[in-house]
C-alpha cells in the first residue's frame, strides 16, 4: 500500500516539478541574491542556516514534533520546495528516502545535495539512522555545508568559513558537558522506546538495557515479541534502571504501557525528540537533552516535554 | 540433552509469560465463536459477506486509533453497522448479494486507507496499520478480556437461539417460510453473530485474516462430518487449536534467529489453518479414492464413479 501511495506522491511530484521548472525557478535565485537552502530534517537545516547566515534562506520539511517522521509523505509543495533549492542536506540511511526520489523527479545539476550519511561514510545497513544525535555528525556536515555554500557563492567563502568556526565553538559546550557527564555518569543504565537518541547515549557512556529487537520492532512499527516485551517490563518493576528515556513523536499503546510502568515505579522519564522542538538551535537542544537526562539521573527529574 | 532442556525451558517460559495468558485466553474464545459460527457461514454461502464484515470492522478499528477509544469497540461498532447496512441494500437476494457486500466493502477498505493515514500523519499512532490489517494477539490489553468473553457468549447464545430457523433456512427458504419462520430476523440476527465473531477475530489476528479463522476450521469439520452438531463441535475444536499452537509457534519464532524477531502470531494461526485444511482434504481424497476403487472391485456404483 506504502508503495502505491509513494507511486501516487510521485505523479503529484511530476507534475508539480513541470509547473515549478516552467515558472519560477528564474525568479527564486536572482531576486534576493539568497542562497534556497532545504533541509530535510529542521535540524540539518537549522545548521544550514547558521552557516550561512545573511546570505541563506534556509527552511525545512519535517519540522513538525508531533509526527513520525517515519511516515512521513512528500507532498507536492514539498516538491516545489525542492525545485528551488540550490542546497539540499538530508540524513540518508533510509530513513528521507524521499528525499532521493523528489530529486531524480527534478533533475538541477547546479543543485548541491549534502547526504550525512556520505558525509560520514556509513553503510546503507546502518541500523541506527538517527545520525544527528552522534556528537561527530553536525561538524562534518558543516563543513561540507560551508564549503558547498562557498562554492554556490565564492564571493562569501571567507564569511561561510568564519561562520562555521563560530558553530564549531558552540558544538564545544555540548561535547565537553558530554565528556564531563560521561566522567560522572558512567555505566547509568536506562531503557529506551526506541534508538533515537542512542547515538548520545553511547556517547555518554549510558547503559541502554532495552534489547535491540524491541527498540527496532518499536521503531519500525511492527508487533515487539512477548519475550522483550517481559524484559523491558522486567526493568521498570525490578527497578534495574535509573531513567526512562521515551520518544515523543512515535507513542502508541506499547510505549504509553511503558510510561505508565515507569509512572509507577517511580523512574523519571525524559523525552527524546526525532526532529527539533520548536524555539531551540541544534545545540541547545542537544545540550537541553543532556540536561534533563543528567537532572533525572541526580534529582530524579521527569523532562517529558522540553 | 541441552536440546530437550531449552525446549522445556522455553515451554516454561511460554507458560508463565502474562502476555501469553491474554493472548490464549482472548484467543481461544473468539477462536471457539469463529470456529463455530464459521460452519453456519459456510453452509449458507456467506464466506464474502464475512470477509467484507472483517474489512468493514478496520474502519472502526483505524477510526478508533484516531480518537484513541480502544480498537475493540471500533471493529465490533463498525462491524454490526455495516452487517445491518448490508442487509438493508439487499444480502438476502442471492442476486444482490455479492453486489450488495461489495460495494460497501470497497468504501469500507477506502475509508480504511483514509483513517490509517490519519492516524500516522495526525495522530501518532505509527503502527496502526499492521494492529489494525494483521492483529496483534501478543499485544492485546488483558483490560479487555472481560469484554471479549461477554461478547464471545453473546454471539453464541444468538447462534443458539436461531440454529433451528437457520438449519430448516439453510436446507430450504420456501419450506421455511412455509413454516412460519422468519427468516428476515433470522438473517439479520446471524448476520449480527457473523459480525461479532469476525469483529472479535479481526482484533485477534487482524482483519485481513480474520476469514482464515471464519472459514478454514469450518470447511475443515465438513470435509470430516455430514452431522452438523459434530461439525461444529470439530470447528471449533480446530480454531482453538490451531490459535494456540500459533501461539506457542510465533513465541518459539524468537529463539530461531539471532536477530530475535517473532514470526508474525498471526501468520503462524492461518498457516496452521490452511495445512490442516489440505492435510484433511488430502486424507478424505485418498479415502473416496480408495472408496471408489473398492466399489468398483465389487461391483457396486458409488455416487462418485456414477460422476
Redesign the interface.
Known amino acids: 500500500?506504502s508503495i502505491k501511495?509513494r507511486a501516487v506522491a510521485l505523479g503529484l511530484v511530476a507534475v508539480a516539478v513541470a509547473v515549478a521548472l516552467s515558472g519560477c525557478t528564474d525568479s527564486a535565485n536572482a531576486g534576493s541574491g539568497k542562497i534556497v537552502v532545504v533541509g530535510a530534517e529542521n535540524e540539518y537545516s537549522d545548521v544550514a542556516a547558521q552557516i550561512g547566515g545573511k546570505y541563506v534562506d534556509a527552511s525545512a520539511i519535517m519540522s513538525n514534533p508531533?509526527?513520525?517522521p517515519?511516515?512521513?509523505?512528500a507532498s507536492a509543495s514539498v516538491a516545489k520546495e525542492l525545485s528551488t533549492a540550490q542546497l539540499v542536506v538530508q540524513n540518508g540511511v533510509g530513513y528521507d528516502d524521499f528525499m532521493a526520489k523528489l530529486e531524480k523527479a527534478s533533475p538541477n545539476k547546479d543543485r548541491k545535495v549534502v547526504v550525512a550519511q556520505d558525509v560520514l561514510g556509513l553503510p546503507d545497513d546502518t541500523k541506527n539512522p538517527h545520525l544527528w544525535y552522534d556528537p561527530k555528525t553536525m561538524p562534518a556536515v558543516a563543513e561540507k555545508i560551508a564549503a558547498d555554500l562557498g562554492a554556490i557563492q565564492p564571493s562569501h567563502k571567507a564569511y561561510f568559513q568564519s561562520r562555521l568556526a563560530a558553530f564549531n565553538d558552540s558544538m564545544k559546550t555540548w561535547t565537553d558537558a558530554l565528556s564531563t557527564f560521561k566522567q560522572s555518569y558512567a555505566d547509568t543504565p536506562v531503557a529506551v522506546t526506541e534508538p533515537v537518541a542512542d547515538y548520545m547515549l553511547e556517547a555518554a557512556g549510558i547503559d541502554v538495557k532495552t534489547?535491540w529487537?524491541l527498540q527496532?520492532?518499536?521503531m519500525n512499527?511492527?508487533?515487539?515479541?512477548?519475550?522483550?516485551?517481559?524484559a523491558q517490563d522486567a526493568l521498570f518493576t525490578g527497578k534495574k534502571i535509573k531513567v526512562f528515556l521515551y520518544n515523543q513523536?512515535?507513542?502508541?499503546?506499547?510505549t504509553s504501557h511503558f510510561l505508565k510502568l515507569s509512572h509507577d515505579n517511580d523512574i523519571p522519564v525524559v523525552g527524546v525528540y526525532e526532529t527539533m522542538p520548536t524555539g531551540y538551535t541544534y545545540q541547545k537542544w542537544m545540550q537541553a537533552e543532556l540536561d534533563a537526562l543528567q537532572s533525572a539521573i541526580t534529582s530524579g527529574t521527569s523532562t517529558e516535554k522540553l | 540433552m541441552t536440546g530437550v532442556q531449552s525446549v522445556h525451558a522455553a515451554l516454561g517460559?511460554f507458560l508463565t509469560?502474562?502476555?501469553?495468558h491474554t493472548?490464549l485466553i482472548v484467543g481461544g474464545f473468539v477462536a471457539v465463536v469463529t470456529g463455530v459460527v464459521g460452519v453456519f457461514t459456510v453452509m449458507r454461502g456467506q464466506s464474502f459477506a464475512g470477509h467484507a464484515l472483517a474489512d468493514l470492522g478496520a474502519v472502526g478499528g483505524s477510526g478508533a486509533f484516531l480518537v484513541g477509544i480502544s480498537q475493540l469497540w471500533g471493529f465490533v461498532g463498525a462491524g454490526i453497522l455495516a452487517a445491518l447496512l448490508m442487509e438493508l441494500i439487499g444480502i438476502r437476494r442471492i442476486q444482490g448479494r455479492d453486489v450488495a457486500t461489495g460495494i460497501v466493502f470497497g468504501f469500507g477498505l477506502g475509508l480504511t486507507?483514509l483513517f490509517l493515514?490519519w492516524d500516522?500523519?495526525?495522530g501518532?499512532?505509527?503502527?496502526?496499520?499492521?494492529?489494525v490489517l494483521f492483529g496483534?494477539l501478543?499485544?492485546i490489553?488483558p483490560g479487555v478480556i472481560p469484554t471479549v468473553v461477554v461478547l464471545s457468549v453473546l454471539a453464541l447464545v444468538i447462534v443458539v437461539a436461531i440454529y433451528r430457523w437457520l438449519l430448516i433456512e439453510s436446507l430450504d427458504r420456501d419450506l421455511a417460510i412455509a413454516r412460519g419462520v422468519p427468516v428476515r430476523l433470522a438473517g439479520i440476527l446471524f448476520l449480527v453473530a457473523l459480525a461479532l465473531a469476525v469483529e472479535l477475530s479481526a482484533l485477534t489476528i487482524g482483519a485481513i485474516l480474520s476469514t482464515a479463522l471464519l472459514i478454514g476450521p469450518a470447511a475443515t469439520a465438513l470435509l470430516l462430518t455430514r452431522r452438523f452438531g459434530v461439525a461444529v463441535l470439530i470447528a471449533a475444536g480446530l480454531a482453538v487449536g490451531t490459535t494456540w499452537i500459533g501461539c506457542l509457534v510465533s513465541?518459539e519464532s524468537?529463539y530461531w534467529s539471532s536477530?530475535?524477531?517473532?514470526w508474525?502470531v498471526s501468520f503462524c494461526i492461518v498457516a496452521l489453518v490452511f495445512v490442516t485444511y489440505l492435510a484433511v482434504r488430502a486424507g478424505s481424497a485418498l479415502r473416496r479414492r480408495s472408496m471408489s476403487a473398492a466399489a468398483l472391485r465389487d461391483g457396486v456404483p458409488t455416487a462418485e464413479t456414477a460422476v
Open positions: 500500500m501511495r508531533n509526527t513520525d517515519h511516515t512521513f509523505e534489547p529487537s527496532a520492532a518499536i512499527d511492527t508487533d515487539p515479541s512477548p519475550q522483550d516485551s517481559a513523536q512515535v507513542t502508541d499503546s506499547i | 517460559d509469560s502474562p502476555t501469553v493472548a486507507a493515514y500516522t500523519t495526525i501518532d499512532s505509527s503502527n496502526a496499520a499492521v494492529s496483534s501478543f499485544v490489553d513465541y524468537y536477530r530475535h524477531d517473532n508474525p
